[in-house]
Every structure is written in C-alpha cells, then in structure tokens.
C-alpha cells in the first residue's frame, strides 16, 4: 500500500465540495462541518485511490473493515453534541477518521480497536498528521471500564443489540450513539442515561455498518 501525506489546492478543494455536499443532505453542525473540512480524508486511503476519497461513499480499508461514509461520519458526530473537552469513548477505530473528527471537536477520546493490522497503522498514522487519542488494542463490545465514565460513546459498527456493559460505563446525563439491528442493515439508536437505571432512546435513520464483533455483541 502507496501512502502519503499531501494535502495541496486539489485536496482542500475537494473537501469543501465535501463539507457543501453534507449540508445539503442535511448536516448543520458548524463544528462538525469545519472538522470535514479540516481533516484530510485521503490520508486514510492508498495514493492509487485518492480520487476516492472526497466521494460520500465507503471504502475498504483492509482487514474486512471501511471507512465509513462521510454523510455517517457527520451524521454520528452531530447526534453526539461534542462539547470541547468531553470524555468520549470510541468503539471501533478503524483507520482512525472518525477519530480525527470528534478531536477536531474538542473531545478527550478514548479509542478502541479489535483489529491488530489497523490499530498498528492507526497508532502510527494519527499521531504523524497531528491527532493523539488514547488508544487500545482490544475488545471494543465491553467498552473500557477502566476509564469510565464518559460523556459520550459512539459504535463505528454495528450491533444486535445494545451491550448493557457501555450503558453502565456512561455518566449520569451521558450519551450513546449506537447504530442496532441486522448484518445488513441497522437503525442508529441515541440513549441518554438520564438516571442511575433510566434511559430515554430514540430511533434514527438506517444506515449500513461492519458488524460489531465481540463477547458483547455477534
């Protein structure tokens, strides 16, 4: 794989082309339409496919994962609400893009990924082009207790059911975002904890992720 990390007029263009394109399919969160803009997407992709990058679709990054189309990416970001300084728990890293998005947005993140290969290019990759999360090697379905609670928690996969384990882990007043159903597709779900046993969820739009792999999940 041919990586390099260029971002020149073509790119930038491109991008804002993106962040237009995102807010007429509905995505008005400034913050998170500036973070579009910032972060190069085409850092995550083979040189050979950069002509890729900037179109609002998936596309394979290896290891049977993608990166996530950018209408999702944006979608998920805006459900979340990022305050600058949120403790956010992250399942599923992948290539790292969706992480790039939510630490433009201020977020403190906490990163996990099951997947050896892309957590070995991700920890390497992210911290090169400016962006350090906390990142974990393991199994993402049972959240990290260890650093709970956080704020939010957002599942770049998807689940068939809601692992009880992640409500646990949020804060009173916190929030999951969480795409459930099938293999082949899913609703996105938002759950905010609104009391020690209480939460209020929301059905979404559906979407299409990489299933959720785990002892908490398939």
């Known amino acids: 794989m041919a990586y390099k990390f260029v971002d020149?007029?073509?790119e930038k263009g491109?991008?804002?082309?993106?962040v237009k394109?995102?807010?007429k399919r509905g995505i008005e969160d400034k913050n998170v339409l500036r973070a579009i803009g910032k972060v190069p997407r085409h850092f995550f992709f083979d040189e050979t496919f950069w002509n890729q990058a900037y179109r609002d679709i998936a596309f394979p990054i290896g290891d049977g994962?993608?990166?996530?189309?950018?209408?999702?990416?944006?979608?998920?970001?805006e459900l979340l609400h990022v305050k600058r300084g949120d403790k956010i728990l992250e399942i599923g890293t992948g290539c790292g893009y969706q992480?790039?998005?939510?630490?433009?947005?201020g977020a403190d993140l906490y990163t996990i990924e099951r997947q050896e290969n892309l957590y070995n290019r991700t920890i390497q990759v992210l911290p090169y082009i400016g962006y350090k999360p906390h990142f974990f090697l393991g199994d993402g379905s049972k959240g990290i207790s260890e650093h709970a609670?956080?704020?939010?928690?957002?599942?770049?996969?998807?689940?068939?059911?809601?692992?009880d384990v992640m409500l646990k882990q949020l804060k009173l007043g916190g929030l999951l975002v969480i795409p459930v159903g099938d293999e082949n597709s899913q609703k996105m779900v938002t759950i905010l904890r609104v009391g020690e046993n209480n939460f209020e969820r929301i059905e979404l739009d559906t979407f299409r992720f990489v299933p959720l792999v785990g002892d908490k999940a398939w």
Do not use: M, W
């Open 8 to 10: 020149n007029y073509r």
């Open 14 to 18: 491109a991008r804002k082309q993106l």
């Open 21 to 23: 394109h995102l807010e």
């Open 99 to 105: 992480s790039c998005i939510l630490l433009e947005l």
């Open 149 to 163: 609670p956080y704020d939010k928690i957002i599942v770049t996969a998807g689940a068939p059911f809601v692992p």
């Open 65 to 77: 994962q993608t990166i996530s189309q950018p209408y999702t990416v944006a979608y998920q970001s």
